[in-house]
Nanobody
Framework: QVQLVESGGGLVQAGGSLRLSCAAS????????LGWFRQAPGKEREFVAA????????YYADSVKGRFTISRDNAKNTLYLQMNSLKPEDTAVYYC?????????????????????WGQGTQVTVSS
């Protein structure tokens, strides 16, 4: 089992940047593919970005491609999401997630059902 704790959320103006972190503890961090999801009020949880356990493969939602960057530091057991050029529509609670359902070193998952463990979320608010 792995425990996930997000941090780095906050209030930022449109066009600004934030970096989210997700610290993991428990079972070996490197065993998991990781992802970021978000959920705005009244909306379903949606995929943002994912990274393979090796870090060799990443995948992004079209809405954030070119603005967000997912990365991981396996030595520090930490997942990151660098968010640039933020827009009001990026406002949501952001969740990190870990999946043990990896099939190879490049596997990434975009479906919430691919993931076994979730953090508690961190709020990101982008003002216009």
């Amino acid at each position: 089992q792995v425990q996930l704790v997000e941090s780095g959320g906050g209030l930022v103006q449109a066009g600004g940047s934030l970096r989210l972190s997700c610290a993991a503890s428990g079972r070996t961090f490197i065993s998991y593919a990781l992802g970021w999801f978000r959920q705005a009020p009244g909306k379903e949880r949606e995929f943002v970005a994912a990274i393979s356990w090796s870090g060799s493969n990443t995948y992004y939602a079209d809405s954030v491609k070119g603005r967000f960057t997912i990365s991981r530091d396996n030595a520090k057991n930490t997942l990151y999401l660098q968010m640039n050029s933020l827009k009001p529509e990026d406002t949501a609670v952001y969740y990190c997630a870990a999946s043990s359902n990896v099939v190879n070193s490049r596997w990434v998952g975009a479906n919430p059902y691919d993931y076994d463990y979730w953090g508690q979320g961190t709020q990101v608010t982008v003002s216009s």
